[in-house]
């Protein structure tokens, strides 16, 4: 069975061109026209994957990324927008997509970010056990990071970016090497993506995110991952 894929915009002729598109890729597709509607197909279909628009009825992309980051923090949303504003681009990652590509776009480009997400969030389809361990774990089988037996309850991207970031501590990433590395392809020179998701990110695991204690900022280079008990370099800032 293929990979399902929800659509949801309120032009019907957007709609058809992406379905058409990824169907002929291998996916399913669903679609819905609105906000509620979304919710719904959401809810009945749990698809691999949204594509989610901004500028819906009834409620706007904003509120259905955010209803369904409340329970879920692994299907990958990739936000859909005419808008070219900065804020609309960085809230969407800040509630929690993993993604945003801006009308108009190519259907090539946004194939190979369907792609490279639904790639990524089957590293999270097995079963959890129920035990947690101690201290400050980065969790592979699991797909979280625990932090004396809590979860930090990642997003798919969070936990790309940190496990990829522990992988080689104290080696510096350059904010274009991590939008390579860990997105998986070209942000064409929109860095902000990397910084909002290590804020997120150090919200999330560090005890006091302005002087954080494992993500750590070099500054005018980019960020490294600092082990537990290690002291962050002093010329680094936040």
Known sequence: MGKTVLIVDDEKNIVDILSFNLKKEGYEITAAYDGEAALVKYSQNKPDLILLDVMLPLLDGFDVCRQIRANDKITPIIMLTAREEETDKVLGLDIGADDYITKPFSLRELQARVKANIRRSGAQSGEQSADRPDGFVI?????????????????????????????????????????????????????????????????????????????ITKRGVGYFYQPKGDQPLRDADN
């Open 139 to 215: 969790d592979k089988e699991r797909y979280d990071v625990y932090i004396e037996g809590e979860s930090a309850e990642l997003t798919q991207r969070e936990f790309e970016l940190i496990s990829f970031l522990a992988a080689s501590p104290g080696k510096v990433f350059s904010r274009e090497e991590l939008l390579h590395d860990v997105w998986q392809y070209e942000y064409f020179g929109d860095l902000r993506a990397v910084d909002v998701a290590v804020r997120r990110l150090r919200e999330k695991i560090e005890e006091d995110p302005s002087q954080p204690r494992y993500i």
